[in-house]
């Protein structure tokens, strides 16, 4: 209840890791792939597939400059991503989990929150503020895994 900035913000965020991790826990490959909130085609696999390439993006080509494609597309498409209709938990998964793992080592190896590296549309960008949207990513997204898990099997709540 009580830490510096960087340390809440790490905290908030892998608290909405977690969540959507739980949100698709014990479930299938086909209940992960489960369209349950027609007419909208989005899934939890889907989720997971496009929180990997947000991770990949913010943290890595943006925070890190890597020159590195998208994980499901070499032309920066991220609706490719969405597409989980042949995807699996392994494929999935594993994918968002070698992300985190790469965005938890940027955080933790910059020197402050006020680092900079300039943007998607060429504005500087600050670590706080990466992850700040990933946070709120996090959470919007969250939301959404919450009603596609009630349609799946009914199951609310964190």
Not at 28 to 53: F, I, N, Q
Not at 64 to 93: C, H, I, K, M
Not at 98 to 118: F, G, K, M, Q, Y
């Amino acid at each position: 209840m009580v830490a510096d900035e960087r340390t809440m913000l790490r905290a908030y965020l892998d608290y909405h890791r977690a969540t959507l991790a739980l949100k698709c826990e014990g479930l299938t490959d086909d209940e992960l792939r489960h369209r349950s909130m027609p007419p909208s085609t989005l899934t939890l696999l889907s989720l997971v597939r496009h929180l990997a390439e947000v991770e990949r993006v913010w943290f890595r080509r943006v925070i890190n400059r890597e020159d590195l494609p998208l994980v499901w597309s070499a032309d920066g498409d991220f609706q490719v991503a969405y597409d989980a209709s042949e995807s699996t938990r392994t494929e999935a998964f594993d994918a968002w989990r070698a992300e985190v793992s790469h965005a938890r080592r940027i955080e933790r190896e910059a020197p402050s929150l006020d680092i900079t590296a300039p943007g998607r549309n060429g504005e500087d960008v600050s670590l706080r503020l990466v992850m700040l949207h990933l946070i709120h990513e996090y959470a919007r997204h969250n939301g959404h895994a919450d009603l596609l898990r009630q349609g799946v099997d009914g199951t609310v709540g964190v």
